[in-house]
C-alpha cells in the first residue's frame, strides 16, 4: 500500500488548507485512517483519524472544531481541512492507515499503523 499525501504549502495565520492522501490497491474502504503531525525538534503527534466508512471521527482536543477528517472511498482519499491555521499548526503532516482495526481506541498511537505516507510540509507565517 502507498499513500500519497499533497496539499501542504506556505499560508498565512488565520487562514485554510486542505490536505489529501490518496492510498494505492483495492482494499482502502477496510481501512482506518489517521493523520498525524511532525513539528521540528518534537515528536509526532496524532492529529484525526476516520474510521472505514466514515462513520466515525477522531480529533486531537485542542484541534476540534478547526481542523475536519473526511475520506472518499470511491477516490482512494481521505482529507484533512484545516481552518484558522496558527503558527504553530507548522509541521509535517502525515496520513497513515490501519488495516482492519478492531480496538478504535488505539487510532490515536502512530505505532498502530501500519502504512505511512512520505508526509507533506504544513508552514504556517504570523
Known amino acids: 500500500v502507498q499513500l500519497v499525501e499533497s496539499g501542504g504549502g506556505l499560508v498565512q495565520a488565520g487562514g485554510s488548507l486542505r490536505l489529501s492522501c490518496t492510498a494505492s490497491?483495492?482494499?482502502?474502504?477496510?481501512?482506518?485512517m489517521g493523520w498525524f503531525r511532525q513539528a521540528p525538534r518534537k515528536e509526532r503527534e496524532f492529529v484525526s483519524a476516520i474510521s472505514w466508512n466514515g462513520g466515525a471521527t477522531y480529533y486531537t482536543a485542542s484541534l476540534k472544531g478547526r481542523f475536519a477528517i473526511s475520506r472518499d472511498n470511491a477516490k482512494n482519499t481521505v482529507y484533512l481541512l484545516m481552518n484558522s491555521l496558527k503558527p504553530e499548526d507548522t509541521a509535517v503532516y502525515y496520513c497513515?492507515?490501519?488495516?482492519?482495526?478492531?480496538?478504535?481506541?488505539?487510532?490515536?498511537?502512530?505505532?498502530?499503523?501500519?502504512?505511512w505516507g512520505q508526509g507533506t510540509q504544513v508552514t504556517v507565517s504570523s
Open positions: 490497491g483495492s482494499t482502502f474502504s477496510s481501512y482506518a
Open positions: 497513515a492507515a490501519k488495516v482492519n482495526p478492531t480496538d478504535y481506541s488505539r487510532l490515536y498511537y502512530n505505532q498502530d499503523y501500519d502504512y
